[in-house]
């Protein structure tokens, strides 16, 4: 028995208590993502029996095996890394949400499945690339407007929110200025009225920075070693 994976969560789930509270907010505003990537299935199910709800791989291929083992309704099920236009029909029949839309392309081929496969609704968030890293995965800030735009006339697609990856930095506290960007762009596309429920979401955190995140805003956090220990 992995008792460790109950305990780390609870953990986890104090630290995102405190960091809210700090920053004068409610952890009720705040969702765990427990990134589940390398690990097996029956890891996850564990995480599951310890009240864990949503769950975030980054690899199709990867998450395919392991949701038809755990049940596609055990759990909701984010896709977290960059989705290959090719693995996007995959994608719409195994996720509730995909944090890493990345291109007008892709959209566009979401929606068109989505359409095809009578999937009324799919809740994306934009992967945003702040630092300009142009070998890495995520959308130009001078290009997400016309993304914004393109899914507001989706039918299928409903646009929830924000996500980033920023460069790793030894001291985590170097991030803080990317989640802090990433929420004026939500701040300032909420103001448009672009985001489906009216309210935008930031998924930005990840293990080593998560309480920085909270500080900045951040409504979904991903952490996968805090929990489940290092990957292979
Ligand atoms: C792996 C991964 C995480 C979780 O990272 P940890 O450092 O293990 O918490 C979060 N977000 C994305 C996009 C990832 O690929």
New binding site residues.
Partial sequence: MHTAIKQNLAEVRSRIEQAARRSGRSADEIKLVA?T?THPAGIIKEAIAAGATIL?E?KVQEAEGKIADIGREAAEWHL??HLQSNKARKAVQLFDVI?SLDSVELAERLERICLEDGREHLSVFAHVDLAGEATKSGIAESELSELAALLRGCKCLKFDGLMI?PPYFENPDDARPFFRRLREIRDELLKKNFFFRGKGELSMG???DFEIAIEEGATIV?????IFGG?M
């Fill in positions: 990134v990537k975030g980054n977290i890394g944090h990856l990840m293990s080593l991903r952490v996968g070693t805090a990957r």
